[in-house]
């Protein structure tokens, strides 16, 4: 068992930057896809980039490469999200998950949510003038 806790998010104008954390407890000795997913208002949940805790590969989707980073801290088991060059249309609700013993290519995860076991209680990102 895992539990995923986010921090991070809040209002930035665009142009701005803001990173997002998911720390990570229990069972984490493992090797996990972790994944950011958004959801904005009226929309789909998708998923925004990906990372593999072991290889460190990565996936990005096409609306945030250029802009967004992820990294993995092994030592203090923490995912983050690092997004500049922020648009209006990143806001939305961030989530983040993790798939334990990732079967996929990392940046396959970035349409497999389904497969994720684990989520984060998600938080809200706004960008706006």
């Known amino acids: 068992q895992v539990q995923l806790v986010q921090s991070g998010g809040g209002a930035a104008q665009p142009g701005g930057s803001l990173t997002l954390s998911c720390a990570a407890s229990g069972y984490v000795d493992s090797t996990y896809c972790m994944g950011w997913f958004r959801q904005a208002p009226g929309k789909e949940r998708e998923g925004v980039a990906t990372?593999?805790?072991?290889?460190?590969?990565?996936g990005y989707a096409d609306s945030v490469k250029g802009r967004f980073t992820i990294s993995h801290d092994p030592a203090k088991h923490t995912t983050y999200l690092h997004m500049s060059n922020l648009k209006p249309e990143d806001t939305g609700t961030y989530l983040c998950?993790?798939?334990?013993?990732?079967?996929?290519?990392?940046?396959?995860?970035?349409?497999?949510?389904?497969?994720?076991?684990?989520w984060g209680q998600g938080t809200r990102v706004t960008v706006s003038s």
């Open positions: 998950a993790a798939r334990e013993w990732p079967y996929y290519d990392t940046a396959d995860y970035l349409n497999r949510q389904r497969d994720f076991g684990y």
């Open positions: 990372i593999n805790t072991n290889d460190k590969t990565t």
